[in-house]
Every structure is written in C-alpha cells, then in structure tokens.
C-alpha cells in the first residue's frame, strides 16, 4: 500500500424501521451512559495523589485519682505525629526497689514446695528471675521467690478506667496537604473557624478541633468502655479537591471515624492497648527506686488520603476514545438479532445466507507458511471456477493443487470486434477450430491442447485446458477478443488519444492482447487480474499473430455509445 494511500471500512446499509430504532436506542444508551460517568465521575480531569503532612495537639486537664493529670501525663505522641496515646486507665504500683519478693500468683508460679520452683528460671510473663524457693505471697497463696523490682505489680485493671472523663479533651489536628502537579498547596484550618469551634457533622463539619468523646461516638463505641482496655481508633481525612477554576472551595477535607482494633478476636488473647513505663527517683539513703506504671489507653490514627483533579484535554480526548468502541455493541446486538430471526443459516436460500452474501466476501486464506511467495490465478477453458496457487512450485503450475475461486462474467469489461458480439449476452464461445493454426514442434507432457511450447520456469509451464482438448486460441471469441489488431489498436488510441496507429509497436500490441484475455478469463475481479497468468500457448497465440493472421475488423462508429460505455468501464 502507497504512503499516499487511505483505507477506510466499507458499510453495509440496511433499510429498516426496526433494526434502525434498536441501533439509535443502544448508541443513546452508551451516550447517556458515557456522559454520565463522564460527570459524575470528572472523567475529564488529570487526577494527582496527595502529598501530606499531620501536626497533633491534644488539650484539657483531668482530675482522677486525687490529683490533677495535664496533657504532660496523658498523652503520647507518635514522632511522626500521624498518631496519638491518650492515656484512659493505669495501674501504679510505687517504690519498687531491687531485690527478693514472692511472684504474683499464676497457674505457674504458685506453688506447695521449693522443688516446683527452678533456680535461674525466667518465664516470658514472669516479673523477675526464681531463686528456686517457695513463700507466702498473702494467707491464701504461696509463689515462687524472684529476684526482681519489689514489690511486684498487681495483675488487677481498674473498672471504671481511672482517666474515664478524658473523654472530655480535645484534640487539634493541623493538616497540610500539597498536590504537586498542579502546584496546589492547601490546609485544613480555614479562616471562618477558631479556636472555640468543636467539629460536629451538622454544624461545623471543617472544624479542625475534635472532641475525644465524639470522636468514638461516631465509631459506635462508648467511651467508658473502651477507656478500661484501650483500643485503636482512626481519623480518616479525605481531600478529593476539584481545583478548576470555575469550581468555588473545590477543596475541603471531609472526615470519618471508624475502630480499627478488632475487639471481638483480639481481646481473647491480648486485650485493649497498654504499655508499661518507669520513673526512677533515689530515697535519703541514696537507693534507687521507681513508680512502675502500666498503662492503658486510645490510640488514634490519623489518615489521610484523597486525590486532586483539574481539566485536562488529554483525558477528555483519552476517556471519549476509550468509550467510542461502546458504539460497536449495537451493531454485535442487531448482527446477534439477524441470526435468530434467519434461523435456516444452513439454507442456501434463506434470509441470513442473503444478508451474510451481502455482508461479506469471501476469499480463500493465504498459506501461512508461504505467504511471502508470489501469489498466482490459473483459469482453465473446461472448468468454471478460478483456482489460487499460494504455495512453493516444486512442479509445474499445471499441475498443481490450489484454492477454487468463483469466476464472475466479464463481458462488460471486455471490449468486442462488432456492435452484434457486444451485446451477446456475455456467453462465452466454446473453443472451436476455425483455420489451420501454427502447431510448435514438440509440446511439452504438462500441455494438454497440443499448443503449448516448452518453458523452464515452473511458473510458466501452465496450459488453457485442465483436460485434453481442443485450444481455446482456435475459438472464434479468442480471435475476436484477444487477436483483433483493430480492437487492439482502438483500445491503445482510447487510452492515449494522440498515439499514431503507425508507431504502435508490436510489443505495445502484445500487452494489450494479453490484458484483453485476463479480462475475458478471469472476470470483473479487480483484485485478481493482477496476479493472473496467461497459459503459454495464448502467448505463444498473441506472439505469433501477424498482420497477414490477425483479423482487421473494425468498429462500426467510433461514436457508438455502447462501445463508448464498454471502453469505460475496462478502464474504470
């Protein structure tokens, strides 16, 4: 194909009411589908993911315990700062100082005598190391003696949780966010807030300052409840920023709450969230001691997440050709319809054998194998169909195997001698002897009219018949069609209106009667003419011919409309 070239599809155009209104339902569908997703969905922007960053404050005091807890004391923050402890319930256990002491009571560590104790054992959930003896750890029980911080902490958690009010405390969240392909950087804190507003979903849905009560209410959880054990609780901060410009505060954060720890399994095995830590301090006597303090308490997760779009031509242009090949179900859909209403497909004469002959064209598949040969048309004079050759040649092209092809007529593409042979219906003459012909000396075995003369390519070694028989160059039609100087002269002229009949060359004769006769044998099939061959004994045939052989009937008028028309459509 020419770099000049264009290819297109070819439709076939089918009237009718019903199909026509089921197509235009399906394509209004896949439109209204399309612009749809299209708007609800800002198909038409370029998205960009967030970049953030999350600062956390947590204030309030909380009078428990016979003292006054500040944010000192409650609170542990993450050194990212995307997370935050808020301390719920504790168990203090104070003035430890290293040295022997029973161990708490457990199924492994009480005891009745000193041989269940191990010298030098240390149990992972042990306090300290065994000294190997057994003592009284109160009236009721006795335990192994351990060397450890004594005396050792109580296994008993506080009910209620001794910080339960910190349900009261707020905390600020300060959240800075930056889209970097559109160079958009934003904050949650927004001028029409201060610092007195509470985040409520109703009234102050963009307040930066949440209360830690509220916060669980919205997962569903009591507060009281989960201050005993602990848990994990997340923030959810979720920025999907419209940021065309005709979009006005396009981009506000939006957040939800939800628990994260799962307190129905975890809690069988390890329970709540707690941590242990220690303050050390010396006596008047210069000895080290510590307040052991185990603590319990919420954790919460801040996350952030969220994408960033603005108008982009590119993905308008890469979503509409994405959507485009939705248009094609209508017609999978009526081809499917035609099938089912044209049941018989089997019957050569039923409505779908109609449709699929004007649907498509069938032609035979080139060999895989060997397609980068060179393709060939054989006609033969006794057989009706054209055969394709698209294999190897390790014999003569006589005699090889190929593809059938059916021959359409050609008599209107084929120009005749008289205005009666023009208008003939388009039979084709049987071949018939009509004079004594040149006969070559020796015809080769591939031959089959006696007429052929000996060719050394394979591709050359091709005879008019398939069968012994009679040629087809001794025809009257071969004569008139492909023989008749005038008709070939005429042809030449129409062609190229100022050539002199005198300085047409033999050469130029011979090619035009070789195109004559792949216009009779091969029919109206453009694309097959190009790879047809002509059977050795035509050309021995057409190079033979001389001015004494050659018939010099000519046309009656130039000005003939039907040789007119004729001429035009071989050169069409």
Partial sequence: MSLCEYTTQKDLRIRSVPLSTFKWIISSGVLLYMCVILISEKRYQKKDSIISSVHTKVKGVVDADSRIWDSAEYTMSSPGGSSFFVVTNIIKTENQAQGLCPEFPSPKTICSRDDICKKGHADPQSNGIQTGKCIPYNATYKTCEIRAWCPVESKSTPDPAILGSAENLTVLIKNNIHFAAFNYTTKNILPEYNVSCIFNKATAPHCPIFRLGDILKETGENFSQAAVLGGVMGIEINWNCDLDHWVHHGCRPKYSF????????????????????????????????????????????????????????????????????????????????????????????????????????????????????????????????????????YKSLQTTQGHRIQR?????????????????????????????????????????????????????????????????????????????????????????????????????????????????????????????????????????????????????????????????????
């Fill in 408 to 572: 359409g007529r050609s008599t209107d593409n084929v120009v005749l001698t008289h205005h009666e042979d023009s208008t003939a219906s388009g039979l084709e003459v049987s071949p018939v002897a009509t004079r004594a012909s040149n006969k070559p000396a020796d015809s080769p075995l591939w031959c089959r009219c006696l007429r052929c003369v000996p060719e050394e390519m394979l591709e050359n070694q091709l005879c008019c018949r398939y069968e012994r028989g009679e040629c087809i160059t001794n025809s009257e039609m071969f004569r008139k069609v492909v023989l008749c100087r005038n008709t070939l002269v005429y042809l030449l002229q129409y062609n190229s209106p100022l050539v002199n009949k005198c300085s047409i060359s033999s050469e130029q004769l011979i090619k035009c009667a070789e195109k004559q006769y792949i216009q009779w044998r091969f029919g109206s099939n453009k694309d097959i003419m190009d790879f047809a061959k002509v059977p050795s004994c035509c050309k021995y045939g057409i190079r033979s011919m001389s001015d004494n052989s050659i018939c010099e009937t000519s046309f009656h008028d130039v000005n003939d409309p039907l040789k007119a028309s004729l001429l035009k459509q071989h050169y069409r």
């Fill in 258 to 393: 939800r628990r994260l720890d799962d307190k129905v399994v975890d809690e069988r095995l390890y329970p709540g969230l707690n941590f242990r830590f220690a303050r050390y301090y010396k006596n008047q006597n210069q000895n080290e001691l510590r307040t052991l303090i185990k603590a319990y308490g919420i954790r919460f997760d801040i996350q952030v997440y969220g994408t960033g779009g603005q108008f982009s031509w590119f993905e308008l242009v890469i979503f509409i050709g994405s959507y485009l090949s939705y248009f094609g179900l209508a017609t999978v859909l009526i081809d499917f319809l035609i099938s089912q209403y044209y049941p018989s497909c089997c019957n050569s004469k039923s409505g779908q054998s109609y449709y699929d002959k004007q649907k498509y064209e069938e032609i035979c598949g080139p060999n895989i194998l060997t397609s980068c040969l060179e393709l060939k048309f054989v006609s033969f004079v006794d057989q009706d169909d054209i055969i394709m050759v698209d294999q190897k040649l």
